[in-house]
């Protein structure tokens, strides 16, 4: 952030220089909106240039509640304007914005350029104006070209060579922060205008780059139609059972308490488990347990590390469980509720498009990547998410839909290797688990016992991301030397899958980064890295990046199909929530069997590949408790 002294730091390398401000970005002409007239000349100017940037300020940075203050809206990288909405006597009222700039809101004939256009669509629907004609998103565009920042201020400074003021300077910070509607509308206006203009001149400095980088179709095609979708989905939120979360915070609280007697009884003295200096000194002075990595305040207490040591000691299960507890318990079961918007009753998550690598969406307030499936509590917060049968519901008899691609990697890693075996199989239908371990054991598919199928589905689902023999060995209890065994075998049964993953890394090495089926890049300098930590790891990307990367393509555009479907077929359902493979849809009983049809349907119809794709469906009161549907 040091961005003043950037260019003052002797022998600073020319990289981390920006380039220098354009002269064709000095002296932008910036207009107050006072007037009716002026609104008519902003619309006037539009349509003449025939593209608009546009971004607003506003009280919040919840866009499902924030007050709208200002739009500010621009036609070049020097010419920008500022309509105050929530500025006392120097207001203009939505209903005269509504009239003068509706219409080339949403004329198909001209472009709207934005940074996170979400957030502005967000606000900008919640007070009642629509923009429908959005050709660019700044935000996305530095994403998909691997720009590690993506805000506005640092690809101003970085691409522009424009310090932009920040935010803070407005409003300030802590106690001493205040609403944007508070600053003295020069300040707001000028800030304001900065932005729109940054925005305009961002979408002419990447757009030339998209068309180098071969990024435009997963922009324009993927990407950008998306941003609706997800729009629609954060406004219709999902309901959440609070009073079943109350319940269950008890029960969490009751079952810590009992395991902090535990802790304290096995290990002689009462310690404060969430304290990571005494959990530390405890389990590796005075129980002299094997150590991890070395931090700042002593020896590592994190998860990774305590699993391994789970049956060194008696504690360290207790322990394990305990964190987990609290986790759940911080994190969903006493966050949820808090999460609950008064006016709509429901909890309404925001996606995010430009944060995770792969290209998968990730989500907050709350996250719900990240909720413990595999746990029975990690279910049980699932229990909480339901379909919505109070007053205000928005369909009678409400059910949710749940629709989850079924081992969508796998099939993947079949159709991207061109492997006989793994095709064939998923042709037939065959248990992919049980059909591997069968080739690699050389034994007949009735002989395959339960501990067989489940080293083989570690392996198949394991490969995916580089794991090695000892990996093998952690996960499935097998010694060193038969993981190693069992990972030779299943490479010499299945030489095309080797072949593409080594093909994978060798590209990767040349190119410096890997790519899905629909172009996604990700970057893997560390490829050549000299240090080998780092180069195994890029190696790990490097395998895993094109699966992971197109099963989230896949799962975009599947995402943009069923929203079109639903609309055009005015099927009475709304999809709720993305998670990892899985989509959730709320709709009527009566009308569940034909809303899970067209939703499998759809998403198995996304692509073409060698093998079927193929979508699980079922329904249920909430998102956990879920009966399988046959829609056969």
Known sequence: EFRT??????????????????????????????????????????????AYAYDVETTSVNPITAQLVGLAL?????????????????????DRIKTALQPVLIDPAIKGYAHHAKYDDHVLFQHGVQVTNLAFDTMIAAYLLGEHSVGLKDLSFSKLGIQMTEISELIGTGKNQMMMNMVPLEQVYQYACGDVEATFALVEHFAPRLVEANQVELFSTIELPLIPVLEDMERTGIAIDSSYLAGFEKEIRQRMGELEREITQLAGKAISINSPKQLGDLLFVDLQLPTGRKT??????????????????????????FKSLGKLLSTYVTALPLEVNPKTGRIHTSYNQTVAATGRLSSQSPNLQNIPVRTESGRRVREAFVADRSSRAMFKDAVLISADYSQIELRLMAHMSGEPFLVEAFRQGEDIHKATASLVYGVDAAEVTSDMRRVAKTVNFGLLYGMQAFGLSRDTGLTRQEAQAFIDQYWSRLPMVRAFFQGTIARATETGYVETLYGRRR???????????????????????????TAADIMKIAMINLHRELREQQVPANMLLQVHDELVLETSQADMQDVARLVKTTMESVAELSVPLTVDASWGPNWNDQTDLDLD
Do not use: C, W
């Open 523 to 549: 970057g893997v300098p560390d490829l050549t890295s000299s240090n080998g930590m780092r180069r195994s790891a890029a190696e790990r990307v490097a395998t895993n990046m094109p699966l992971q990367g």
């Open 296 to 321: 700042k305040t002593g020896y590592s207490v994190d998860q990774d590390h305590l699993e391994t040591i789970r049956d060194n000691h008696p504690i360290i299960p207790a322990v394990l469980e």
């Open 5 to 50: 002294l950037v260019s003052i730091i002797p022998e600073s390398s020319v990289a981390s220089q920006p380039v220098a401000v354009r002269d064709d970005l000095k002296d932008p002409v910036r207009t107050l909106v006072e007037t009716d007239e002026q609104l008519a000349l902003v619309a006037e100017r539009i349509r003449a240039v025939g």
């Open 74 to 94: 621009a036609v070049s990288p020097t010419e920008s304007f500022y309509i105050p909405i929530d500025h006392g006597d120097a207001s203009i009222s939505i």
